[in-house]
């Protein structure tokens, strides 16, 4: 993946064909049919009443390639190929045996990674306006889990967070590792957002942001800001790699600013192209292989 060039301390400029690449444009089960139960053949004596409970106590196992396969890695014969290889661990320990299985409670490595037999799903959303990120809300206002129910039947998380009133991309995945490293300090990626103020932006006030400055006595950096091209001086477009907390909200506010609306249009070089608001899609294979190389 090609290096990304810094723009920091400079006022770079942002197309408005780039922030404007998006258009924001059951029946119920009849439950009163009544089944008669059938009754137990007498003449099945080897049958054993406690067969089924035992069964449901017993541990399911998984063969180690399958596991492996499973997590989305390979497929099962690549799988037999790592095996052997050395590349594969269980609790510590390097298994190199073919039809090895796997408990539940197991804690499995591929080359020195956890992995979990569950598929990897990396869905992304061009959240709306009104809608909170966080997972447990006493007010019950609409959550962003809401929109994705269905995208995905493994259980997914947002990768950071947009404030209620914030709209724009918002990443989800099962990927323990790929949040972490997403939402690490020490991992930078692009994030822009375009920025709607209630009045036009100085340009000494621009330039002071661009040089980067201390904010609640952290130092603030930009990457890039700019005004966006054939749009109202108003209308900006910021580039910021930090995760604090309405921080681009914060930066404007500091300088006399109020922003009126607030919208993510790219993150870590994913776009909004071709999603609707409200709207969610996987990703590619490519972009999740990008993903991994940041």
Not at 69 to 75: A, K, L, M, T, V
């Amino acid at each position: 993946m090609a290096k990304q060039k810094s723009s920091r301390g400079r006022h770079a400029k942002t197309s408005s064909s780039e922030i404007k690449n998006t258009t924001d444009s059951k029946k119920p089960f009849n439950t009163s049919k009544k089944f008669k139960k059938s009754k137990p053949n007498p003449y099945r004596k080897d049958i054993r009443k406690d067969t089924p409970q035992k069964r449901l106590e017993e541990p399911t196992e998984i063969r180690l390639n399958k596991y492996i396969s499973n997590s989305g890695i390979c497929s099962r014969r690549e799988a037999d190929v790592y095996i052997k290889s050395g590349s594969a661990t269980v609790n510590g320990k390097i298994i190199t045996e073919m039809g090895y299985k796997v408990k539940p409670t197991d804690q499995v490595r591929f080359d020195d990674s956890l992995i979990s037999p569950e598929p990897k799903r990396f869905v992304l959303l061009n959240k709306p306006k009104n809608f909170i990120t966080s997972m447990g809300d006493e007010r019950g206002r609409s959550n962003v889990l809401d929109l994705v129910g269905n995208a995905a039947k493994e259980r997914i998380y947002p990768v950071g967070r947009l404030d209620r009133n914030t709209t724009g991309l918002l990443l989800f995945t099962n990927d323990g590792e790929m949040v972490k490293k997403l939402t690490h300090p020490k991992h930078t990626f692009r994030k822009l957002y375009h920025v709607s103020l209630d009045k036009k932006l100085d340009l000494k006030d621009l330039q002071k942001i661009s040089e980067n400055f201390a904010l609640e006595g952290k130092m603030v950096f930009i990457d890039a800001i700019s005004y966006i091209e054939n749009e109202s001086k108003s209308e900006i477009g910021i580039e910021i790699h930090s995760g604090r907390n309405r921080i681009v909200r914060k930066i404007f506010e500091h300088f006399g600013y109020k922003v009126k609306k607030l919208d993510r249009v790219v993150f870590a070089g994913l776009t909004k192209k071709n999603l609707p608001r409200g709207r969610w899609r996987h990703l590619t294979q490519q972009e999740i292989n990008t993903l991994k190389m940041i």
